[in-house]
């Protein structure tokens, strides 16, 4: 900011006051044009964090509280930003919701898809639901599954979510049932029986594991609907 100053002086006539007076316009003038150069600080938060870390965070809070039940404040306070840098980066709570999902489907549950290389249809079946144990179990996790937790009851506000959780479930189910397929006509599974049907059926066991691990399930206790599960597979 520019410095002024209040000066009493007596005019001589020769000339002395006014010199003063020149003096002091002049350091003015002086400080006045410095403090314009000098650049001006941006106001806001610096964007100095992952974003990636971010929207982890956020989709562990969208896991645990659904996307209703997750406020502003409980996505603000456990992202590390403010409102202002969610809605800069994000654009939306909406948004945000996606970004998650789509963390949670590449990380958490990418067993899901990686199940499904397994050499036989059996196999990638005992592997998807064992690898569903280890990630209900796990108690750095939120109980129960995002993908079903998320948003499988919302307000009319909110059903894009709901049709977006939808489709992300459905896509789980198209790439069961076609691996299923392969199967059947690899001659491991009979032809009697209906792909879309056995990979709805397993999703079923599936979705089930994920309401008895946000029931309080222990590992043992899922461990065991696994083994159960497997013996009356009709494959």
């Known amino acids: 900011m520019p410095v002024f100053w209040t000066v009493r002086f007596r005019c001589m006539g020769d000339g002395t006051g006014c010199k003063l007076l020149d003096c002091l316009v002049q350091m003015f003038i002086e400080s006045n044009m410095q403090t314009q150069a000098k650049p ?14 971010t929207v982890e965070a956020a989709m562990r809070v ?17 992202m590390g930003i403010n409102r202002s840098s969610l809605y800069t980066i994000f654009g939306d709570k909406e948004t945000l919701f996606h970004r ?18 397994e050499p036989t249809a059996r196999k990638a079946v005992e ?33 894009s979510v709901k049709q977006a959780m ?13 691996r299923i397929a392969r199967a059947q006509a690899a001659g491991e ?13 397993v999703l079923t066991l599936l979705t089930g594991l994920g309401v008895q691990g946000a029931n309080g399930a222990t590992r043992n206790q899922l461990s065991r609907i696994v083994n159960m599960a497997l013996e009356s597979l009709p494959f």
């Open 166 to 178: 939808i489709a992300f479930r459905k896509t789980g189910e198209t790439a069961l049932t076609k």
């Open 127 to 159: 592997v998807l639901l064992r690898k569903a144990v280890d990630l209900l179990a796990d108690p750095k996790n939120p109980r129960g599954c995002l993908s079903i937790q998320g948003a499988l009851a919302v307000g009319s506000e909110a059903e």
């Open 189 to 201: 599974i009979s032809k009697k029986l209906d792909p879309a049907d056995l990979a709805r059926y």
């Open 100 to 117: 998650a999902v789509e963390r949670y489907k590449r990380g958490p549950v990418s067993f899901v898809w990686d199940s499904l290389e």
């Open 40 to 53: 001006q600080m941006k106001m806001g938060r610096p964007r100095n964090f992952s974003e990636e870390e």
């Open 62 to 78: 969208f896991w645990e509280k659904g996307y209703e039940g997750a406020s502003m404040n409980d996505l603000t306070a456990a």
